[in-house]
């Protein structure tokens, strides 16, 4: 049982805006600690998309966008593209746990 | 080019062992804290253990203290993950992984993934 939810889906046309949120609480992202979130397909390694809250690394598109608020953070694709279909992991750090943790994962549809 | 190459996964009885290794390239290995992160069939990822540069602080997930070791060996360049008393719960892809800085508490270099297969 994660420490982080998410949303089990979410979908959206291509072009189209989807969010996928995060919510932690006072001991993980409420503490301040940072969200980093992953993108997952079959087969391979999670992929880095946004480190501390808000930063892409080189070379992931400037669609994907992190925000954070109080106890919950969230990642937003904007200008949905078929290729972006996959789940999403956000993660953090939580301070009862002494852990890094995962959320719960989402799966992007694009319809 | 980084590179983290995983080797020593396979099938292994509940109860028993297996060592994985990591051999890394591409990067001076003593500047970074490394991780191991598993991830079991149609699960999410899941953080195992890191380590400090130099070796001398190692951090693990609960559910494997007092079972698994993580070690490094800075001359080799290379990760090591001994795990003993394994579980079926342990069955999963194990990938060796690495931040972006020194100390990231975040994973954005990883290897090709070990699978460990714990199974009678």
């Known amino acids: 049982q994660s420490v982080l939810t998410q949303p089990p889906s979410v979908s959206g046309a291509p072009g189209q805006r989807v969010t996928i949120s995060c919510t932690g609480s006072s001991s993980n992202i409420g503490a301040g600690y940072d969200v980093h979130w992953y993108q997952h397909l079959p087969g391979t390694a999670p992929k880095l998309l946004i480190h501390g809250d808000t930063n892409r690394p080189s070379g992931v598109p400037d669609r994907f966008s992190g925000s954070k608020s109080g106890t919950s953070a969230s990642l937003t694709i904007t200008g949905l593209q078929a290729e972006d279909e996959a789940d999403f992991y956000c993660?953090?750090?939580?301070?009862?746990?002494?852990?890094?943790?995962f959320g719960t994962g989402t799966k992007v549809t694009v319809l | 080019e980084v590179q983290l190459v995983e080797s020593g996964g396979g099938l292994v009885q509940p109860g028993g062992s297996l060592r994985l290794s990591c051999a890394a390239s591409?990067?001076?290995?003593?500047?970074?804290?490394m991780s191991w992160v598993r991830q079991a069939p149609g699960k999410g990822p899941e953080w195992v253990a890191s380590?400090?540069?130099?070796?001398?602080?190692?951090y693990y997930v609960d559910s494997v203290k007092g079972r698994f070791t993580i070690s490094r060996d800075n001359a080799k360049n290379s990760l090591y993950l001994q795990m003993n008393s394994l579980r079926a719960e342990d069955t999963a892809v194990y990938y060796c992984?690495?931040?972006?800085?020194?100390?990231?508490?975040?994973?954005?270099?990883w290897g090709q993934g070990a699978l460990v297969t714990v199974s009678s």
């Open positions: 380590i400090k540069q130099d070796g001398s602080e190692k």
């Open positions: 993660q953090s750090y939580d301070t009862s746990l002494s852990a890094y943790v």
């Open positions: 591409g990067f001076t290995f003593n500047n970074y804290r």
């Open positions: 992984a690495r931040g972006l800085y020194g100390s990231s508490g975040y994973w954005y270099f």
